[in-house]
């Protein structure tokens, strides 16, 4: 599966209308049918070091609605190779439609404890699974490690910067930012919508991902960045009606399909911060769309 430039398309509502900003889309729900979005970028070199090193096997860690494990699924069966997945909870059966899909590409399932699972590799439970794929290539929950985020740097290939004043994407872990801000130009402030509680340790997170892309938290070189932590709407996973309404209101009024667990939490903050006055009038911003629609089936 190869990267491709998605289109970007105007939002154009009557609130930023009357504020004087402009908002755009990265369509990048339309990378690929089925992995879209942020995940095919972060599995981008995962996947060419499997094809260049002949990997047969990947495990890999996820939640029970994962669209990283969906990705993997997909993408690694596309390429022959088996999956292996270690699930957060023991309570799978009957199996959602996204681990449906997982287990018809061929995806094995490992549930464990919410505890053994925080645990990760420290956990006997866990040490026992990866024993029994001792040749396995591992890649973290959600593709979050130097390589994803060097993956996630190739988000803003293709796009005219200067057309942008600001550029904002949701964030989970912080990878996907950080790839982000590591290719934003100087005169560009990136704003990470955090869809997790408390996410105020994030800030470090990215900061350190930087450093280790050899790309400074800051300096005049590096676009301006800030972790936005207050559109979480009660923490991650957490839907409530005034966002569902919003959802549905967008996608009928703008033809723009979003989800609640990040996109949708994200494009409400904008729209939130637009009327609150955050941006000046004559603003131009960028929202990257990062996918992950698969999680509005039941």
């Not at 994407?169 to 990470?192: E, F, L, Y």
Request: some cysteine; proline content about 5%.
């Amino acid at each position: 599966m190869q990267l491709k430039h998605t289109p970007v398309i105007p939002l154009t509502t009557p609130e930023l209308v009357s504020k004087g900003i402009s908002l755009s889309v990265k369509r990048d729900d339309l990378q690929h049918s089925i992995v879209s979005g942020n995940k095919l970028f972060k599995l981008h070199y995962h996947l060419e070091h499997c094809k260049k090193n002949n990997i047969k096997t990947i495990v890999t860690f996820g939640g029970a609605y994962s669209n990283h494990l969906h990705a993997t699924a997909y993408a690694a069966n596309k390429l022959g190779i088996k999956t292996v997945a270690v699930i957060r909870g023991e309570q799978i059966i009957p199996l959602n439609a996204t681990l449906k899909d997982c287990t018809d590409w061929g995806m094995i399932l490992e549930p464990v404890t919410r505890k053994e699972y925080k645990e990760k590799t420290k956990s006997p439970v866990i040490q026992t699974i990866l024993d029994q794929y001792p040749d396995a290539y591992l890649i973290p929950e959600g593709g979050c490690d130097l390589l994803g985020v060097q993956g996630a740097s190739k988000i803003l290939d293709g796009v005219d910067q200067s057309q942008f004043d600001y550029i904002v994407c949701a964030c989970g872990t912080g990878s996907t930012v950080s790839g982000v801000i590591s290719k934003s130009q100087p005169h560009i402030t990136v704003i990470g919508m955090a869809v997790l509680k408390g996410a105020h340790w994030m800030k470090s997170e990215v900061q350190a991902w930087l450093e280790k892309l050899n790309a400074p938290a800051s300096g005049e070189h590096l676009a301006k960045w800030m972790i936005n932590t207050d559109y979480h709407f009660g923490g991650y996973g957490k839907i409530k009606p005034a966002l569902t309404d919003f959802i549905r209101e967008i996608e009928s009024r703008y033809d723009l399909p979003l989800e609640p667990i990040y996109t949708g939490k994200s494009v409400y903050g904008i729209l939130d911060l637009a009327k609150k006055d955050y941006f000046p009038k004559g603003s131009r911003i960028l929202f990257i769309h990062t996918g992950g629609l698969q999680g509005n089936r039941s």
